[in-house]
């Protein structure tokens, strides 16, 4: 038997899908049709998020400013239990990212539905109600309101520096898994590396052609080029390299260990799209 190997099918957004504003709640129509299974809530969850804050909302980092920076800029919460109360009206990239992964559960979660476990292929039953320690884990900030830190819990390792995404959804959660970029489709989470140095925690839209025809990516997060939360479209030339993570088991959200630690010696992927 001969071996075929398979093409990579790169994610390329229609230009007319580029003529959209920075603000929109049309995430789950339009950017849906290349979407399947967790990531159309996810897109979904883009849409609810957004509609907190159509303008974008304001883009701020400041941990000891008074009052300190805010994640994102509305109350938070899955199915009816607080995970923040914003001290500002601000957000910054994880916090969105984060937001849209929230709503996305919230969209997901009624209870009670049936599914073959993907490890021991035998029918389970998702349970009616989340332990509280899982609840806690998902929090933003303390229960006296103060910020939780980097590196404590699902948010802490979300909101880490490096790739958060990879951090809490498939080492801590198990909840994802990792996708090579030419795989990535809308509604995956998108970590990128700046050459600069800095980094944006986002959720991919699509690989495209910029007004100058350079090659680009286009995301959702907050940022200051879109005041807050927003679709932004970036060159692939000034990225140094990206980690992409899919939710394909949102079931471990209520078997998790609070207590899994995490390796952060974790490898970015480089982009070799070429149109």
Partial sequence: MIAVAMLAIWYVLPPEDLSLPAQHTHHAAVFGKGAYGFNKLVLEGIDKAQQNAMLGGGYFIG?????TESPIGYPLALKGAPLIEP??????????SYAAFIEALNLWLPQGRAYVDDTSRLPRTIPMTMSPDRLEALRMQEPDGSRREDNVKFWGYWNADGYGNYFALVQ????????APSDARPGDFLNI???SGLGHSTVFLGWCLNQEGKRSVRFWSSQKGTNGMGDMVAPIDSIESVCIVRINRPMRIYWFNPKQPVDRKVQGDTI???P
Wanted: with cysteine; glycine share 10%; net charge positive.
């Fill in 272 to 274: 070799d799209w070429q």
């Fill in 63 to 67: 941990v000891k400013a008074v009052p």
């Fill in 172 to 179: 801590y959660s198990g909840m994802g898994k990792r996708v």
């Fill in 87 to 96: 001290p500002r009206t601000t957000s910054f990239c994880t916090g969105a």
């Fill in 193 to 195: 590396s700046w050459k």
